[in-house]
């Protein structure tokens, strides 16, 4: 889908929609921004906490510099601008979680300045057209704590293990015209981040969140007003929150109302937003610099380590699965889309070229392919995911290993990696316990086809007719008669020397 075919069909015309996100990732540290408190999730309420994140009288900030270059590291990742002068801001609003009365954030001097992320604009597409979505900084934040609501009837308490946990607010430039691009670049971003490992990316546990900004415009005419929609927490949600706003917006304009400059929440159940409050602007926040923080200066050293430490990043790991191992666009995409995929594929190919005497390019194709098609496919039925699987690299590749020197057929193999998804057992001992080795005797085959053309006689003779359509019914009588196990190659070859 290209930006130019989403247009939001109004009674008075068409209307373009504009989004921007700002996506607050979760920093993937042991410890907090500013205190040595713990950040593991689902902690019992407020047992994270120090005297630094419960702002006691005369505790003073101590930056943690693994946060910082976790987040440089992400910037990197998306080549962005690195600021080695940086500065920390006070951000002041009154909150019940908030217990210092401020949030320690960055506004004016950011950590990273301006990068950028290629998204596909069709997944079903690889080597379809792509998009390059801006992003104007990430800057590095505190957390504040959370309040729960659903504790006691009239009262609600305060959980103040989030207070201090380090984010990078990662804050798109309004490039996004449809629900489909936001998604693909949210998708994308989670990919990168996963990579890196700056941030574990799980949405559902809150350590990956977006605001969604979104305004609607006659195409060509300048940007209208936006809304922000807070702390949506899926792909899914985010793409339902651009349908819903810019449709309301669309309704509002056109029935003679005006759209306000507000944050609004999303309503998973309804599939709709609310409004919560006008929006701020920066000055109500009365931003100044931390007096209990220096700047951030970074060195050259220090720069290049972050640099150095990257891995491979998803673009260049699926450029080099399509040029070096062979594998098509589409899968590569497939393989590279998850840090685990990706992972779990580069141990099994390892494990296929040792088990099978072969170069991993030499390999690659059969594994990616019974990967996607087999693996996925079984694992999908089962409702369990790749860690989940039974199935170790080390146990796929010996399953693949014995269809490749032919002791088992394609078929068999399902109906043991079936077995071994049941089981936990290996390949290798299910063929031999359950009976299933591959039939190659050509004397053996040969008798089964015999059989089965003497047997189907008027279709022998339509087939020497010309209805050569009719072999793969042969080749499928003569497996059933074989029960499933004779040797496809030399099935094939038996049944064309005597059908002529």
């Excluded at 930006?3 to 373009?16: K, L, M, N, P, V």
């Excluded at 068999?412 to 009976?435: P, S, Y």
């Excluded at 086809?449 to 359509?469: P, S, W």
Aim: proline content about 5%; charged content about 25%; overall charge negative.
């Amino acid at each position: 889908m290209t930006e130019s075919t989403y247009r939001i069909q109004g009674a008075t015309g068409d209307w373009e929609v504009v989004i921007g996100l700002e996506v607050h990732a979760q920093v993937t540290s042991n410890s907090k921004l500013f205190s040595g408190s713990a950040t593991a999730f689902g902690a019992e309420p407020n047992s994270q906490v120090s005297l630094v994140d419960a702002a006691m009288p005369g505790m003073l900030p101590v930056p943690n510099r693994e946060c910082i270059r976790q987040a440089v590291r992400t910037g990197l990742a998306i080549n962005a601008q690195i600021n080695k002068w940086s500065r920390f801001d006070r951000k002041n609003y009154f909150y019940a979680d908030l217990p210092q009365g401020y949030q320690i954030s960055q506004l004016y001097h950011p950590l990273v300045g301006e990068g950028s992320i290629e998204i596909q604009l069709d997944e079903k597409d690889p080597e379809g057209s792509t998009k390059t979505i801006g992003i104007e900084r990430i800057h590095v934040e505190q957390d504040a704590g959370k309040l729960m609501h659903d504790q006691h009837p009239t009262m609600s308490y305060v959980d103040l293990n989030r207070s201090g946990v380090a984010l990078m607010e990662i804050v798109s430039r309004p490039d996004m015209r449809s629900p489909a691009e936001a998604g693909a670049y949210l998708s994308k971003l989670r990919t990168i981040l996963r990579y890196v490992g700056s941030c574990d990316g799980n949405m559902d546990q809150g350590s990956m969140r977006a605001d969604v900004n979104v305004s609607v415009r006659r195409p060509g005419e300048p940007f209208g007003t936006r809304t922000e929609t807070k702390n949506v927490n899926s792909v899914r949600f985010v793409m339902q929150t651009i349908e819903h706003e810019a449709n309301r917006q669309v309704d509002l304009i056109e029935s003679g109302g005006k759209v306000v400059q507000e944050t609004r929440l999303f309503d998973p159940n309804t599939g709709s937003t609310r409004s919560m409050r006008s929006k701020e602007d920066a000055h109500d926040y009365r931003y100044f610099p931390d007096p209990d923080l220096l700047p951030l200066e970074l060195d050259d050293a220090f720069l290049e380590e972050c640099r150095n430490s990257l891995p491979e990043l998803p673009d260049a790991k699926r450029h080099r699965y399509e040029h070096d191992l062979g594998l098509s666009p589409y899968n590569a995409g497939v393989l590279t889309a998850d840090v685990d995929t990706a992972r779990w594929f580069e141990l099994l190919l390892g494990e296929c070229a040792k088990a099978q005497g072969k170069q991993p390019a030499e390999v690659a194709r059969q594994a990616a392919n019974w990967l996607i098609s087999e693996l996925f496919g079984a694992l999908n039925k089962l409702g369990k995911s790749l860690e989940e699987s039974p199935v170790t690299p080390e146990k796929a590749a010996e399953l693949l290993a014995l269809i490749g020197i032919g002791t088992i057929s394609g078929s068999i193999a399902k109906q043991v990696l079936e077995i071994m998804l049941e089981t936990g057992n290996g390949a290798a001992v299910i063929v031999e316990r359950e009976g299933l080795k591959q039939e190659s005797d050509s004397g053996a085959i040969e008798a089964a086809v015999d059989q089965v053309l003497a047997g189907n006689a008027d279709k022998v003779e339509q087939y020497r007719g010309g209805k050569v359509a009719l072999f793969g019914f042969f080749v499928g009588q003569t497996m059933k008669a074989m029960q499933g196990k004779a040797n496809p190659q030399v099935v094939n070859e038996i049944l064309k020397s005597k059908l002529g």
